[in-house]
């Protein structure tokens, strides 16, 4: 079965530190990759995506997400993190194909505690 | 309006009943989305809407789950005899160029 694996449930970093959030995804063929987040109170909102073309995506507030192909993987980076960055992070893979429907395959999200 | 819009924000009912929640998408999306989130879960996909073409049911959890959309506007997610394990955020997602746009939800609390 199609699953989208986050490594890390919890993380707390202190602010200026560096970010990797792990995303993996079980899935041969063809995906669109997705980084969403949501800060406290707040609705889901799309922090980054990947559909094609350079690996290495640029998204909002600095983050970036690199798609490695031979890895299955998504990471999501920051190189400095600021106490705004708190929120919950998810990773989402749209598996191409037929009966794929387009659907969304969510991680379980990753919990980052930014300490100021 | 600007973005996804979903109500009521919080839905408190007691088990046995039936509970309607409403999403209006973003004007001019054809897909729309249901999912389920349950407290420090992911997203649980529940059914899917494009256009006029049938929907996708497939995540559907038991036959008291049901969705409706008129054309590409509202829908409602009906859930018949509410169980304890409904209680969960409800989520829609309106859709274009495939990427999903979410409302705020809504959370169903079953007592």
């Known amino acids: 079965a199609q699953s989208v694996s986050q490594h890390n449930h919890h993380v707390i970093l202190s602010e200026a530190a560096s970010l990797e959030l792990g995303c993996n995804y079980s899935?041969?063929?063809?995906?669109?990759l997705f980084w969403y987040v949501q800060y406290p109170g707040q609705h889901l909102q799309l922090l980054l995506k990947?559909?094609?073309?350079d690996p290495l995506v640029k998204g909002i507030k600095g983050f970036e997400a690199e798609f490695i192909k031979s890895k299955f993987s998504f990471n999501l980076r920051k190189p400095s993190v600021q106490w705004s960055d708190t929120a919950e992070y998810f990773c989402?893979?749209?598996?191409w194909g037929a009966g794929n429907n387009r659907k969304l395959i969510w991680g379980l999200g990753t919990s980052l505690a930014v300490n100021p | 309006g600007a973005g996804v819009s979903q109500s009521p924000s919080n839905k408190v009912t007691e088990k046995g009943k039936d509970v309607e929640l409403r999403c209006d998408p973003i004007?001019?999306?054809?897909?729309l989305y249901w999912y389920r989130q349950r407290l420090g879960q992911g997203l649980e996909f529940l059914i899917y809407?494009?256009?006029?073409?049938?929907?996708?049911k497939s995540g559907l959890p038991s036959d008291r789950f049901s969705a409706e959309r008129t054309g590409e506007s509202v829908s409602t997610l009906t859930i018949q005899r509410t169980q304890q394990e409904d209680s969960a955020v409800y989520l829609c997602?309106?859709?274009?160029?495939?990427?999903?746009?979410f409302g705020a939800g809504t959370r169903l609390s079953v007592l």
């Open positions: 899935y041969g063929g063809t995906v669109n």
């Open positions: 997602a309106s859709s274009a160029q495939n990427i999903q746009y």
């Open positions: 990947y559909f094609s073309g």
């Open positions: 004007s001019g999306h054809t897909a």
């Open positions: 989402a893979v749209s598996p």
């Open positions: 809407f494009q256009g006029n073409s049938a929907p996708d």
